[in-house]
């Protein structure tokens, strides 16, 4: 019997890069998502000036980071 040995996943060389800018899009996304949900004013960068954009441009924002986001690190590194 053989002892069970976790298996090696070889990862292709740019997906340390492609899960870290994964993370950001992950990342920049929650605090827009949260606060277009609970109603409350957030800046977005298609925000003109120094103003805040409303709750629904910021659910938008949060929902367009999430999908960039969880494609690109949930198909990357599996070969």
């Not at 605090?31 to 925000?47: C, L, Q, T």
């Amino acid at each position: 019997m053989t002892p069970l040995r976790p298996q090696r996943r070889n990862l292709c060389p740019g997906s340390p890069i492609i899960h870290f800018i994964a993370a950001a899009f992950l990342t920049n996304g929650i605090p827009h998502f949260v606060n277009g949900v609970s109603g409350r004013r957030f800046r977005i960068p298609f925000a003109q000036g120094a103003k805040l954009a409303s709750p629904t441009a910021n659910v938008v924002w949060g929902w367009a980071n999430f999908l960039i986001a969880f494609p690109s690190r949930s198909g990357r590194s599996r070969q």
